[in-house]
């Protein structure tokens, strides 16, 4: 009997759950002015947390002191990185008159490839006009153009509201990583001796996994900026701190995110070199087997098979995030969907959820 009333309570905190998380849902859509400042200062927080703890273990500084330091650190980088980006953005805007040249260029030798084919008459079914771009031709048989003015207001959106809101976000972080020096005295307080030793240890491996993950991610994401960086700059390609923030951004998204950024700037390189095809094969050759050994060998290691999301849950995320919160919620996505999967594997109730969101079937 008491099985049965065990399941039944189970079954009804599911559905409520279920019902719970698309009120969820309803509210971060209705309130994303509100929440987003509050999850960047989360995960900031948890990028910042290991540093600002081993500043105190190893140097005995206090917490305060490295909590200064830390983010006196990031602010210089932070702007430094923005004064470089928004000279390259102004540089690759004054040099599309020449790209628009060399595009111009390929598409006339992909016409008269087309042209030269057997079946040309196929392509005349699509009622290309031969006086215009292939851009053009593109945008009118499926209006490319609105979709990329479309992203690139939503790009830009997503960037003015990130830089309006972040004093809010660098203060709600702050007081964050105070709050976490106080969880285990609090955990004290608020629940019985039989309980709070329970608390104490989901709360500290809830936190230790996030941070853990949160920090690999950024360093991983670091370091395929940097690489590519180099790459784009020893191939003398243009803007290589612009593809190099590209790549460090895209590789929050697994998979998806490394094959956008390995694309855009194939295509690129493509452009600026044509006809040569050296300096695009080597780029090519060198963003690739910078995703692929960081993000399908040395990241997987250093996280361990616990921290997998499913590629199904990764796709239903980015869709809903980017419903959300647009390119700022992709972004997120997965990083926020690996939270939850922890919060889940340390509550008995939730472990189901958990395996479910993950990519491992032990």
């Known amino acids: 009997m008491e099985n049965q009333n065990n399941k039944f309570l189970k079954g009804i905190f599911f559905i409520l759950l279920f019902f719970l998380t698309i009120l969820c849902g309803?509210?971060?859509?209705v309130m994303a002015d509100v929440f987003k400042p509050v999850v960047l200062a989360v995960l900031l927080s948890l990028v910042f947390y290991p540093l600002i703890r081993r500043l105190c273990l190893?140097?005995?500084?206090?917490w305060w002191l490295s909590t200064v330091i830390v983010y006196i650190a990031f602010f210089v980088a932070f702007f430094l990185v923005a004064n470089i980006l928004t000279a390259s953005f102004k540089a690759v805007?004054?040099?599309i008159p020449r790209y628009q040249e060399r595009f111009n260029a390929i598409?006339?030798?992909?016409?008269l490839a087309i042209e030269a084919h057997p079946n040309s008459k196929f392509f005349a079914l699509l009622n290309f006009d031969e006086e215009a771009s292939l851009f053009a031709n593109l945008n009118n048989q499926f209006n490319i153009l609105e979709y990329l003015k479309s992203l690139a207001i939503d790009f830009t959106g997503s960037v003015v509201v990130f830089m309006k809101t972040l004093f809010l976000v660098v203060l709600l972080s702050i007081f964050l990583l105070a709050e976490f020096k106080k969880t285990k005295h609090k955990v004290r307080l608020a629940f019985t001796d039989e309980h709070n030793l329970r608390v104490i240890k989901i709360v500290h491996n809830i936190i230790k996994d996030t941070t853990h993950y949160i920090s690999i991610k950024f360093v991983i994401s670091l370091f395929t900026g940097i690489f590519i960086f180099f790459a784009c700059a020893l191939t003398r390609m243009?803007?290589?701190l612009v593809w190099a923030f590209l790549a460090f951004c895209f590789n929050f998204i697994p998979t998806f995110g490394s094959i956008a950024s390995c694309a855009i700037t194939i295509l690129f390189s493509i452009i600026q070199f044509y006809p040569s095809p050296v300096?695009?094969?080597?780029?090519?050759i060198w963003v690739i087997a910078v995703n692929m050994i960081l993000g399908n060998v040395i990241e997987p290691k250093i996280e361990g098979d616990n921290l997998g999301i499913s590629p199904?849950?990764?796709?239903?995320s980015l869709s809903l995030a980017g419903w959300l919160w647009g390119i700022l919620g992709m972004i997120l996505a997965v990083p926020l969907m690996v939270i939850i999967k922890i919060v889940c594997e340390n509550i008995s109730y939730l472990k189901p959820i958990a395996v479910f969101l993950g990519n491992k079937s032990n």
Do not use: H, T
């Open 26 to 29: 309803m509210l971060l859509k």
């Open 279 to 284: 300096a695009p094969i080597i780029i090519g």
């Open 93 to 95: 805007v004054l040099a």
């Open 107 to 111: 598409q006339d030798s992909i016409r």
């Open 312 to 316: 199904f849950v990764i796709l239903v």
């Open 58 to 62: 190893f140097i005995k500084l206090p």
């Open 238 to 240: 243009d803007f290589p």
